[in-house]
């Protein structure tokens, strides 16, 4: 079956994407025609991540320990908002600054907002407040911005030129037929087209042989590596909408995966994303979330899954610190805290708008938004709230540090690596690498290399460009 009209979707981070005339245009209902129970993810329970990785209940670090003050990536420094090269002190916060901002940090050069480059610093803390042993003395080196940084945002996965869906498919049926698989031929296909691609190869199968390809890949393969080609057959909606409905699904809630996808997706993402999750599985995504979930975590989400925020990409600096300074009398400024005031501002911002509030909100707090969030809130309202301002401020790092612990410590949280590696594939990951290096002082490839085994690891480090 093939999706007309249907581009790569993801979390487009820069303004004027998707580019006109490539707007999506959701399938109507019944068009993903997915087998049921499609695919088992480590047999319907979403794995732990290592108890030093994630204490949190939200499965995120307890308050306090993530990261340690001033450490996540963007958070200006605790005690005063960043220094501005050119701008006397003092200066009024109306007029957007006009020098490098951060520096010795490298950041996303898609989240170029209103009010010149946004300089994002990387972590000088690690969560939990444990810094690896190779930085002695507790400094954490970073490698100076890498030119490619300072383009735009890119995925590792480019459409295949030349290319031929009856061709593909039919390479596809060979490496099925007969005694054994060859999952070498089924890797170069999947990995080298983009999902679009992947959507009229899949129906030039049913067209050339009369059999689904999804049922004849299930039959042929096993375990992650099945778990990994599904999803990247999967049109990326229709994949969202799934992680989604697995993640509430049967007994307990896989929170993470609700944060994670609501909190980084377009407002046209998240509305398309609720109409295939009604569609594909007849179910009301508000109504589910609202049975799984509860008080302020689940305003939250409910709030998020509208799809209403503000993606203006002008940045009001007015604006940010009358926000800063109701977000310090809602929280530190006042014994208690105001759950709504963090939730009206927090979900209905722009990302640029978010920015410019945390670098605000250190002048008026002398203390950075992300460490006073942790002093304030615990569990998955904190996860939450991170979350987002972890993805104003730079969002590759928001998504490096979620695969360095998929990986870290004993085992290897695989639902999360694949989610990750696939959705990005074709929006960031290019970054996302990149920032990873600087992060962790190694590559995003290493490490998965190290994890993973056999023709799963293949893949996946096809698809990363490794």
């Known amino acids: 079956m093939s999706y007309p009209g249907y581009p790569p979707t993801g979390y487009p981070p820069f303004p004027g994407y998707p580019p006109a005339g490539q707007e999506s245009s959701f399938p109507p209902p019944g068009q993903y025609a997915y087998p049921s129970g499609f695919p088992p993810v480590g047999g319907g329970a979403y794995p732990p991540a290592p108890s030093s990785s994630y204490p949190g209940a939200g499965g995120y670090p307890a308050p306090g320990g993530y990261p340690a003050p001033g450490g996540y990536p963007g958070a200006p420094p605790p005690g005063g908002a960043p220094a501005y090269p050119g701008v006397p002190p003092g200066q009024g916060f109306g007029a957007p600054p006009g020098g490098a901002g951060f520096s010795g940090y490298p950041q996303p050069p898609s989240q170029s907002y209103g009010g010149g480059p946004a300089q994002v610093p990387l972590p000088g803390g690690f969560p939990g407040g444990q810094i690896p042993s190779q930085y002695p003395g507790g400094q954490v080196p970073f490698p100076s911005q890498p030119a490619a940084m300072t383009q735009g945002a890119q995925g590792t996965v480019r459409p295949a030129a030349n290319f031929d869906a009856m061709r593909d498919a039919e390479i596809l049926r060979k490496a099925m037929k007969g005694f054994g698989t060859d999952e070498q031929a089924i890797v170069d296909v999947v990995a080298n087209h983009s999902s679009d691609q992947r959507q009229k190869i899949k129906a030039a199968f049913k067209t050339m042989y009369g059999k689904d390809l999804i049922k004849d890949l299930k039959s042929e ?33 896989q929170e993470r995966v609700l944060i994670e996808i609501l909190c980084t997706r377009t407002n046209q993402e998240i509305r398309e994303i609720v109409r295939c999750y009604q569609s ?23 709030s998020i899954c509208q799809g209403n925020r503000d993606e203006n990409q002008n940045v009001n600096h007015q604006l940010a610190q009358e926000d800063a300074q109701r977000l ?22 722009s990302f640029p708008q978010l920015k410019a509030t945390v670098e605000a909100y250190s002048r008026v707090a002398n203390r950075d938004l992300l460490s006073s969030v942790a002093r304030e809130f615990s569990g998955n309202v904190e996860s939450v709230l991170k979350t987002i301002l972890q993805c104003a401020l730079n969002r590759p790092a928001f998504f490096a540090e979620r695969l360095y612990y998929s990986m870290k410590g004993a085992g290897t949280d695989d639902s999360t690596l694949v989610r990750i590696v696939v959705t990005r594939s074709e929006i960031d ?10 992060m962790y002082q190694k590559t995003l490839g290493t490490m998965i290399a190290s994890d993973t085994s056999g023709d799963y690891r293949k893949l996946l480090l096809a698809i990363v460009g490794q």
């Open 221 to 253: 393969l096993s375990g992650n590596m099945e778990e990994l080609i599904l999803a990247l057959f999967m049109p990326p909606t229709y994949y969202d909408a799934w992680s989604l409905r697995n993640a509430m699904k049967g007994a307990g809630t």
């Open 328 to 349: 310090y009398q809602a929280g530190e400024g006042r014994l208690g805290t105001d759950e709504s005031c963090f939730n009206r501002i927090l979900a209905t911002r």
């Open 429 to 438: 990951l290019v970054q996302i690498k990149q920032t990873f290096s600087q």
């Open 280 to 302: 594909e599985f007849g179910r009301d995504l508000e109504k589910d979330i609202r049975s799984d979930t509860s008080g302020h975590f689940e305003r939250l989400l409910v």
